[in-house]
């Protein structure tokens, strides 16, 4: 017997609830969902103020957004699919790809949704440790392939420790891997990454691999995290199966409004990111100096790869007013927010160096 009203299935009842990023009090910088500090641009506010119409249903595809997108990927617009959030794409394309018995293959420590969506699929999941370095170990990926194996996740960067996966990496790991299993790279983080060594997933489409989905996000470099519109560039007949298994009308109308402003004023967001990512460099190298061994960040964040003392380390940030993700017994990991959070990181983080 269990204390719930009705049977839930048990893998269900077992599932972590999703942790929030703590909020942050009147003195604190919020630190820990690597989400954007600045505000969203005026003229994205407008456009959505702007916008009418609202008493009806949005566009169920959102097809001006998928138009725009498609144009820039250089595909036609079936081959773009909007959801409320990547991280729904995710959903539905493990729900599209794997059920009983098949296996969902990601690496180890990555992004904290991804252990949920085998469970939530009927699916089981597989798990390769990251390298030392905190990236993708892919030769040890492709070699955990099986005849049961649907869908692999690539993250590039990795979220939590930061790394990328190179083109050259990606372009061999692909010729290992069956072309009839589903391989997704996800970049939410894409806008961020300043190595020309990347994969770029528009890059790896236009080689034609029709079995790899690339996942973007508008939570991240666009700041429109509070308004949940990310998007999948595919084949159309996976994406159609995604499509399938989502909740429909989810994609809100203000969210599509927001969206198609914010790519009006790219030229305007792209100095912003290019900004956080000169923070995200010296802040990194500033860790450095003082004794962590931070892998490479080409995210919005940074990783401190605190190991048992993860929680410990976090606990120290929280004093100082700087909310950060601790992952017990790995890291902790520091989104790149204002810059006057960063002399305060610094600080910290010296006094709980290694
Ligand atoms: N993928 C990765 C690697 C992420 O870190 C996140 C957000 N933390 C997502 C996907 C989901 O982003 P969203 O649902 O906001 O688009």
Redesign the pocket.
């Known amino acids: 017997m269990t204390d719930l009203p009705v049977r839930i299935r048990p893998e269900i009842a077992a599932l972590p609830a999703y942790r929030q990023g703590k909020q942050a009090g009147a003195d604190a910088f919020k630190l820990s969902?690597?989400e954007n500090p600045f505000d969203p641009l005026p003229g994205v506010v407008e456009a959505v103020q702007r916008a009418h119409g609202f008493n009806r249903y949005p566009d169920a595809t959102a097809s001006r957004l998928r138009a725009r997108l498609a144009e820039r990927f250089g595909v036609t617009d079936d081959h773009v699919h909007i959801a409320?959030?990547?991280?729904?794409i995710?959903f539905q394309l493990a729900q599209a790809t794997s059920g009983h018995g098949d296996e969902i293959l990601f690496s180890w420590r990555?992004?904290?949704?991804y252990p949920s969506l085998p469970v939530v699929a009927g699916a089981h999941g597989v798990t390769v440790p990251n390298d030392a370095a905190g990236g993708h170990d892919l030769d040890a990926m492709a070699d955990a392939v099986t005849d049961r194996t649907r869908m692999i996740i690539v993250?590039s960067p990795?979220?939590?420790t930061g790394p990328i996966v190179t083109q050259e990496g990606f372009d061999a790991f692909l010729t290992r891997v069956p072309a009839d299993i589903l391989v997704v790279l996800?970049e939410?983080?894409a806008e961020f990454v300043t190595d020309p060594a990347a994969v770029d997933g528009a890059r790896v489409l236009a080689a034609g691999h029709p079995n790899v989905v690339v996942?973007r996000?508008?939570?991240?470099a666009y700041g429109l995290?509070g308004l949940?519109?990310?998007y999948a560039v595919g084949d159309p007949r996976i994406l159609g199966a995604a499509r399938s298994t989502g909740i429909p009308l989810s994609v809100t109308a203000a969210a599509e409004e927001a969206a198609l402003a914010s790519l009006d004023a790219e030229d305007e967001l792209k100095v912003r990111v290019a900004e956080l990512a000169i923070r995200r460099d010296e802040l990194a190298t500033r860790l450095r100096g003082a004794g962590w061994e931070v892998p490479l960040a080409q995210?919005n964040f940074v990783w401190l790869p605190a190991g048992d003392r993860a929680l410990e380390v976090a606990a120290a940030f929280e004093e100082a007013g700087l909310i950060v993700r601790p992952f017990a017994g790995d890291g902790v990991r520091i989104s790149i927010g204002e810059a006057e959070s960063v002399d305060r990181i610094v600080e910290v983080a010296a006094r709980v160096a290694p």
Not at 84 to 88: D, I, K, L, M, R
């Open positions: 969902s690597n409320a959030g990547s991280v729904s995710l990555s992004f904290e949704a993250c990795n979220n939590p996800d939410a983080y996942l996000t508008f939570s991240k995290a949940r519109v990310g995210g």
